[in-house]
């Protein structure tokens, strides 16, 4: 059930009422008999779990391609010419001197 507060128009007194969705609005003030007002305030809203925020659904690779192409086809694309890998240069000798 929610609760629902109300402001008095005469004396300005705040109260809190918890209704059910279907109850009628309270009108007369308990304290002064005066007119009330519902207040209307801001939600607190916690969001729990996963798929909230826009980094939760996507992974790195997905989000890194360019629009219209496949993940594949830009990692492939990305790469670059592929050039053979340079042979290893020997190691030199060892010098002894005795």
Not at 22 to 30: E, K, Q, Y
Not at 61 to 70: F, I, K, R, Y
Request: aromatic share 8%; net charge neutral.
């Amino acid at each position: 059930m929610p609760t629902y507060e109300y402001e008095c128009q005469s004396c300005h007194q705040r109260i809190e009422a918890v209704q059910h969705f279907s109850d009628p609005p309270l009108t007369t003030c308990p304290h002064c008999g005066g007119a009330l007002r519902k207040v209307f305030s801001a939600v607190g809203i916690v969001f729990k779990g996963s798929g909230f925020y826009k980094t939760d659904s996507r992974s790195t690779s997905v989000s890194a391609t360019p629009p219209g192409t496949t993940p594949s086809a830009a990692s492939s694309a990305s790469a670059g010419p592929s050039a053979p890998a340079p042979s290893p240069s020997p190691a030199p000798a060892a010098s002894t001197s005795d």
